[in-house]
């Protein structure tokens, strides 16, 4: 099942631009299932910085593998 995920999130990193603070929050729910917590990092911290009273994203950013 990750082989089909995996390139879904690459798809959907290129596409940080257009992403609302709730996507961001789903790609880096996605990317931390996936163990690429470097890049889960990056979305909780971008999402964070559009919003950062975000519920989704700050349960996120107190996952024990996020760093921000």
């Known amino acids: 099942i990750c082989i089909g ?3 879904v999130l690459e798809v959907m990193s290129h596409r940080l631009g ?5 996507d961001l ?7 931390l299932r ?6 889960a990092s990056e979305f909780v ?3 964070l910085e559009l919003e950062d009273d975000n ?3 700050l349960k996120l950013a107190a996952e024990p593998n996020i760093s921000i």
Do not use: C, T, V
């Open 25 to 31: 929050a789903q790609m880096a729910w996605l990317a």
């Open 55 to 57: 519920p989704y994203l």
């Open 34 to 39: 996936l163990r690429n917590y470097d890049q």
């Open 5 to 7: 995920i995996s390139p």
């Open 18 to 22: 257009e992403a609302k603070p709730d």
């Open 45 to 47: 911290r971008h999402g």
